[in-house]
């Protein structure tokens, strides 16, 4: 408690030159901030997504079938695409061309283009309310009726920007889509005229249904085959070989046999039938060029809504953004902020010249300890030296 009174003490002795310091820095820093240090102003837009808009949608990809196991979320919204866009490359240059912002920032001479747009970088303020599904957009400058021009041409651009992004998308969508759908349909050509020449050639329509048929009627044959062999038997052995009903039986089973033969043959012949040991290398033909068929079909029905809808969202107009606020110019500067720095200060010397003060005061108790101990030695050293003289003076006696 001793030392902190002591400090105290200390502290209220010097109080005018402590206050005397802080007064004559708080003046020269208010003169600093007045003369080096320029007034900026803040100029603010608010703009929100609609739900029509294209942002407010899923990419392209979340269009395509099974798109999640291709492609899953990236986690990304509506706000930060907009933020993308506005802290683009393209989006910057075009800021600072349009308003020779070089000359505002005071880039003269030789300089780095990446020093000019940090500067513009830390003039531009974006923030995100996602809750509201809001961006608000700022701009910096010393003029606030500049910041507030070059707010409001931002967002305007920001909206022309997406809206070029957009339809060049659906623009190249559609160019896709319709090449798709040509090479598809050529294609598909090309595969009926391939599977028409496999028709004319083997003098088929359907492999299945004429194979099903043919060999119905082999097996039909065969029967009828077999019913006359008995009964050609039963009339040789009752009536003899010799009998015309038994040569008209023998004729009968000739033919059939003969018809047989014409349909399990390997030769081709002018007949409509196919040899039928021919029919598994023909049916994997004839079913492979229908499957090519029927997946281009297939194929054709999902691209051709998918066509129309590319064409429909090329010659859509929706609203990319919507301007909740325009940008006005500022009545009051928004840096820097010369009370806190000028308090800063204030604080800083406050603090400095109390230090020294209490510093001086330490060092002038330890230089007094110093001399005191000092004082002392020389003394001691005195008494011994007389102490010494006498005891020399008695020895001479």
């Not at 070089?102 to 940090?118: K, M, Q």
């Not at 009627?217 to 029967?223: D, E, S, W």
């Not at 050609?232 to 046999?257: N, P």
């Amino acid at each position: 408690m001793g030392e902190r009174f002591r400090v105290i003490n200390i502290l209220l002795k010097h109080r005018y030159s402590i206050l005397k310091h802080v007064l004559i820095f708080s003046i020269i820093a208010s003169i600093i901030s007045l003369v080096f240090f320029d007034n900026w102003y803040k100029s603010s837009a608010q703009i929100i997504i609609p739900e029509s808009s294209p942002l407010s949608m899923t990419s392209v990809l979340s269009e395509i079938p099974f798109s999640n196991m291709i492609a899953p979320s990236m986690g990304t919204t509506s706000l930060d695409k907009i933020a993308g866009i506005i802290e683009s490359r393209r989006v910057k240059d075009h800021m600072i061309e349009k308003f020779n912002l070089d000359s505002v920032y005071d880039f003269t001479g030789d300089y780095y283009y990446e020093d000019l747009l940090n500067e513009f970088s830390s003039h531009l303020s974006i923030d995100l309310k996602y809750d509201q599904n809001i961006i608000i957009l700022s701009m910096y400058d010393k003029d606030p009726a500049l910041a507030a021009k070059m707010t409001n041409y931002f967002v305007n651009f920001i909206d022309s920007t997406i809206n070029n992004i957009y339809s060049t998308k659906a623009r190249e969508n559609r160019i896709f889509m319709y090449k798709r759908v040509q090479e598809t349909e050529r294609e598909l050509d090309s595969l009926n005229i391939k599977l028409q020449n496999f028709q004319e050639n083997h003098n088929l329509l359907s492999v299945p249904e004429q194979a099903k048929v043919i060999i119905e009627t082999i097996g039909g044959l065969n029967a009828q085959l077999q019913m006359k062999e008995v009964t050609k038997d039963v009339f040789g052995r009752i009536l003899g070989k010799q009998h015309s009903e038994y040569k008209r039986m023998k004729i009968e089973t000739d033919e059939l046999k003969r018809q047989i033969d014409q349909l399990v043959r390997e030769e081709e012949s002018e007949s409509v039938n196919i040899p039928v040991k021919k029919f598994p290398k023909l049916s994997r033909i004839y079913l492979d060029i229908y499957k090519d068929i029927t997946i281009k079909e297939k194929l054709l029905e999902f691209l051709y809504p998918q066509y129309e809808q590319a064409k429909i969202e090329e010659k859509k107009n929706l609203a990319n953004i919507l301007i909740l606020d325009y940008a006005h110019p500022a009545e009051k500067k928004s840096y820097p902020r010369r009370s806190l720095y000028i308090i800063f200060i204030a604080f800083l010397v406050f603090v400095s010249s109390s230090s020294w003060y209490l510093i001086k005061y330490r060092l002038s108790n330890i230089k007094f300890r110093e001399d005191e101990n000092v004082k002392e030695s020389i003394e001691m050293i005195k008494s011994d030296f007389f102490r010494m003289k006498k005891l020399l003076s008695f020895k001479k006696r």
